[in-house]
């Protein structure tokens, strides 16, 4: 299976603090996506790495990618309330993306 | 440009009915995708369609469970003859390309509840 992998599973952090989630996976990609999804709602386009690409930045989320460990993290820096939510990777096959099981992240204010 | 637009967002069924789900992708885009999500986990690839094609549907069971994507209309997922099972968050997304560079995008799903 190609299913990325999140680590940790639930993630309980102080407002202003960064988080860091993980994602790990089996096969080779076309690139990796992270979503993010709040309580009962669909699931939002956060970023798109690609498999050429180490690293890559959008407001206060950084993302890596390597792809020898197979293996991407996602970092979002002083950390809102608003942040609240499941984060999801998910990487993309010959024709679909597949998820992982998602990280938990609840932002104390 | 009102994105991806699912309906119902709530389905309660009685086991053995039918249920059918909805999907508009945004405007411009061929590409439907569907995918199910159950309490506390991920999202499970379904099926994947083109304009009055299934081009992959090695995620959706084999019995009770179809998929079309007419030239007109909406994407529809049907099941038939519902079991409690079922009960699950279903997604649909779109993109303009097979590759989008900007990811899909999501609707807001439908819940369906079986009792």
């Known amino acids: 299976s190609q299913q990325g992998e999140e680590d940790p599973q639930a993630l309980s952090i102080q407002e202003g603090e960064n988080a860091t989630m993980n994602c790990s996976y089996k096969?080779?990609?076309?690139?990796l996506q992270w979503y993010r999804q709040n309580s009962g709602r669909g699931l939002v386009h956060l970023i798109l790495?690609?498999?050429?690409?180490r690293e890559k930045h959008s407001g206060r989320l950084r993302v890596t990618l390597d792809t020898s460990k197979k293996s991407s993290s996602l970092l979002i820096t002083a950390s809102r309330a608003a942040d609240t939510a499941s984060y999801f990777c998910?990487?993309?096959?010959?024709?679909?993306?597949?998820f992982g099981q998602g990280t938990r992240l609840t932002i104390n204010p | 440009n009102a994105g991806v637009m699912q309906n119902p967002r709530h389905l309660v069924r009685r086991r053995g009915q039918e249920a059918r789900l909805r999907c508009s992708p945004m405007?411009?885009?061929?590409?439907v995708y569907w995918y199910r999500q159950l309490p506390e986990e991920g999202l499970k690839f379904m099926v994947y369609?083109?304009?009055?094609?299934?081009?992959?549907e090695s995620g959706m069971p084999k019995e009770r469970f179809s998929a079309e994507f007419p030239k007109e209309g909406p994407s529809i997922l049907r099941i038939q003859q519902v079991v409690r099972g079922d009960s699950a968050a279903y997604f649909c997304?779109?993109?303009?390309?097979?590759?989008?560079?900007?990811?899909?995008?999501f609707g807001s799903g439908t819940r369906l509840t079986v009792v």
């Open positions: 998910a990487t993309r096959g010959a024709q679909k993306l597949v």
């Open positions: 096969t080779s990609i076309n690139n």
């Open positions: 790495i690609r498999s050429n690409e």
């Open positions: 405007k411009g885009h061929s590409h």
């Open positions: 369609l083109q304009k009055e094609n299934i081009i992959d």
């Open positions: 997304a779109s993109s303009r390309e097979e590759q989008p560079a900007l990811g899909y995008t």
